[in-house]
């Protein structure tokens, strides 16, 4: 799979899309008018200063599909896409766009990207949902106005630093998206909520900063402390090793985080000047729960292995 600029040759895959039902069947547009003239005019003119239009294309090259960002200005931009039938449950869409969300905010230079469906697109919905994109609750007037009329509109958005593709796991230890409630150009609200969002009482929060790029801190585990880790600042590298092997993730997106519930041996590796590591623990400081030789954390570990 890989993006490209749309070809004239496209346009006979771009019009059957366009009269395919199950593709544009909860589009807001009238696709059913369009003809193949239409859509070679829109190639032609698929890139401007405030659009652009890619091909989403197979490794044979053929096009499965158009992915976009319009209205390009004051650092943000309207994400859209539309793959072909014969694209759907391919992976196509999530290539797609990952790829052009990566493009406005490494090459483009944007700060967030937003975007709406309808809410009875179940489809829609629940893929975006399903990739943790956060809903937006209050939107530009100036953008709500290219919608005025349109009703049940859901809205998401995605601001650069965001992770667009996080595993669900690192070592056995889950990885969450704390809840976050985006405003398009405005930033986001990130919160959690003791017992309801994590899976412990929260008795304890601490944040570590002012640390110097390239210091590794932690080198200790807990015997029973439960711990919700995340970095509302800068970049860490985040190293776990528990019964299910040694693993890292780098936490670099807010609304990201780590919840460690097990005996798990863990060092931080600031990789960027500054970085604020913050921990959301199940109990109080007890120093008799640390575990602070390697030694020791290996034969309990070997022990509860039944090695």
């Known amino acids: 799979?890989?993006?490209?600029?749309?070809?004239?040759?496209?346009?006979?895959?771009?019009?059957?899309?366009?009269?395919?039902?199950?593709?544009?069947?909860?589009?807001?547009?009238?696709?059913?008018?369009?003809?193949?003239?239409?859509?070679?005019?829109?190639?032609?003119?698929?890139?401007?200063?405030?659009?652009?239009?890619?091909?989403?294309?197979?490794?044979?090259?053929?096009?499965?599909?158009?992915?976009?960002?319009?209205?390009?200005?004051?650092?943000?931009?309207?994400?859209?896409?539309?793959?072909?039938?014969?694209?759907?449950?391919?992976g196509y869409a999530w290539f797609g766009m990952e790829a052009i969300i990566n493009k406005a905010f490494n090459e483009l230079g944007l700060t967030s990207v937003y975007w709406c469906?309808?809410?009875?697109?179940?489809?829609?919905?629940?893929?975006?949902?399903?990739?943790?994109?956060?809903?937006?609750?209050?939107?530009?007037?100036?953008?709500?106005?290219?919608?005025?009329?349109?009703?049940?509109?859901?809205?998401?958005?995605?601001?650069?630093?965001?992770e667009l593709n996080v595993r669900d796991s690192v070592a056995g230890c889950k990885v969450i998206h704390i809840n976050t409630i985006p405003t398009v150009n405005a930033g986001e609200l990130s919160f959690f909520e003791s017992s309801h969002d994590i899976a412990f009482d929260i008795k304890r929060i601490y944040y570590i900063s002012k640390v110097p790029e390239g210091v590794r801190r932690g080198f200790h585990a807990h015997k029973s402390l439960k711990q919700l880790l995340f970095c509302p600042y800068g970049r860490i590298q985040l190293i776990?090793?528990?019964?299910?092997?040694r693993e890292e993730i780098d936490l670099k997106d807010p609304s990201i985080g780590v919840v460690i519930d097990q005996c798990t041996w863990r060092e931080m590796l600031w990789l960027q000047k500054d970085s604020v590591l913050c921990v959301a623990a199940s109990d109080y400081y007890d120093p008799d729960d640390y575990i602070r030789d390697y030694s020791v954390f290996k034969s309990i570990l070997d022990g509860r292995d039944g090695k």
């Not at 776990?240 to 092997?245: F, I």
Request: glycine letters at 4%; charged letters at 30%.
């Open 1 to 90: 799979m890989h993006l490209r600029e749309l070809r004239i040759e496209d346009a006979p895959l771009m019009l059957e899309w366009m009269h395919d039902e199950r593709v544009v069947g909860n589009l807001r547009a009238d696709f059913s008018s369009k003809t193949l003239e239409d859509c070679c005019s829109f190639i032609s003119s698929a890139i401007t200063e405030k659009n652009i239009h890619l091909a989403i294309a197979s490794d044979e090259d053929e096009y499965m599909g158009t992915v976009s960002l319009k209205n390009i200005e004051d650092g943000s931009a309207e994400f859209a896409i539309t793959v072909r039938s014969a694209a759907m449950r391919k």
């Open 117 to 162: 469906v309808s809410r009875d697109n179940e489809r829609a919905v629940r893929f975006y949902d399903k990739h943790n994109f956060h809903e937006v609750v209050d939107i530009p007037a100036k953008v709500l106005e290219r919608y005025e009329g349109i009703n049940n509109l859901k809205w998401y958005s995605a601001l650069n630093g965001d």
């Open 240 to 245: 776990l090793e528990n019964q299910y092997g």
